[in-house]
């Protein structure tokens, strides 16, 4: 399905687009929002118009009450009709589309509602709706290192604008410089903008491809589909039948052995993928670090997508999934903890062993691994923000509030980390009992950020009692 300019949709869409837009300005919200969805039922590759509803979504949600109560109005809902779309997104992406886009309406920041557009815009083949949508992602989760590097691979696949990208990617690099996804990202977005330096401009406004720059053009098809992130199903599963054949008569052949690991792990093929990557292990490629992680990372894998494939309507479904969570966290865990052993002086190592006792309730463990990550420039304001969090649990409040303020007096500048780190310090002076000293947190995240959290409601209750 491809996607549509406002003059290839019909005159009648036109008018009720016209009209939605004018309500928009108005700031007549909720009948705008009604008016672009209507027209994306009938026109889903209509991306002007899915552009602006995103835009009326987020401007409703951000004149919509802060805090809890917020959260809990937007989720009403939300996780049948999240369910239905799942359901539907195989046999009819439009119709998941729609169901999602309900979900938005609610909350515009809902990861699970924006994955479902960003999967059904790529079955469909709608690149804009796409990348858009995976921009949207990035944007809601900067720190979601799945989503970053999606993103970036795809504005690196579809030749779109590498700024936005570069900039989320560039400032994740810089918490996890040494993050081997990361920088094969960079690497893709920076091989984009030199072909586009170098005169390749015209692939991206359709006047070329890239088969056209390859004098072998059956070597651009392979290669152009080899580097693809997303591969659609149909290319993916013709790269397995090649590289099984293939592997038969290169059994030695140890790129093409790892090649096919990953298509399998890509199709959710696990023990398939496993077992090759056991082969590679009893190779000369054995002690490759980047072995034992793709091989932990493929049995995370194997769990999410076992979670994600349990019947949400099952009576049993949150117990089911509860389990498969414990069992993964054990074994991530485990795992974390051979890297410990054999990289001992690894301080990124250190952050994560502290990150997943953090999550497992192991605080003290944590908090070691955590004072110990501090000495690793890249993450020690994540470690001091953890530390911070880990004291409070335990209800050491001023050690809590001591650990933020050297965190914030670190951080020149007020982006969202030092945001973060000051509503920390506010909430844990509201747990001491110092209301004014919380106030006085709260009060200058609000003067750049009235929305941030329940901060707004915060200050508004604080006035109101004055």
Known sequence: MAEKLINEINQDMRRLHSKAAE??????????????????????????????????????????????????????????????????????????????????????????????????????????????????????????????????????????????AEQILNDLIRTSPYDGDLLQASKNLSAHKTMNEGGYGAIEGGEASYRDILRNKDEAVSLEQEKRVQK???????????????????????????????????????????????????SELGNDSTLELAISNTIVRKFDHAIASLNPFDANHAEEAAKYQAEKLTFQLAECQKRVEKYPTDLTIRFEMGALFFQAGKITEAITEFQKAQGNPHKRIMAMSYLAQCFAKRKMFDLAARTLQNAIKEKPGFDEEKKDLTYQLGCVFES???????????????????????????????????
């Open 23 to 164: 309500a928009a300005q108005r700031e007549n919200l909720d009948y705008a929002i009604t008016l672009f969805c209507q027209i994306l039922e009938k026109e889903p590759g209509f991306f002007e118009c899915r552009k602006a509803l995103r835009a009326a979504q987020f401007a409703k949600a951000g004149t919509a009450s802060t805090g809890f109560f917020k959260k809990m109005l937007s989720g009403a809902g939300a996780s049948p009709q999240i369910a239905r779309a799942k359901m539907a997104l195989n046999k009819n992406p439009a119709e998941a589309m729609a169901l999602a886009e309900q979900v938005l309406s609610g909350d515009p920041t809902s990861a699970a509602a924006n994955r479902i557009i960003a999967d059904a815009a790529l079955a469909l083949e709608m690149p804009q709706t796409w990348v858009f949508t995976l921009e949207t992602m990035a944007k809601n989760s900067p720190k979601d290192k799945a989503v970053v590097v999606e993103f970036a691979h795809a504005v690196a696949e579809t030749g779109s604008n590498a700024g936005i």
């Open 232 to 282: 659609s199903e149909d290319v993916a599963e013709r790269l397995i039948a090649e590289y099984e054949t293939r592997l038969q008569t290169e059994p030695d052949n140890l790129k093409l052995t790892r090649s096919l690991a990953e298509l399998y792990t890509q199709k959710s093929k696990f023990d398939q993928a496993l077992e090759l990557y056991g082969r590679l292990k009893n």
């Open 432 to 466: 001491m009992g110092k209301k004014d000293e919380a106030i006085e947190q709260f009060k200058i995240i609000a003067e750049t950020d009235f929305a941030y959290r329940d901060v707004g409601a915060k200050v508004d209750a604080y006035y109101a009692g004055q």
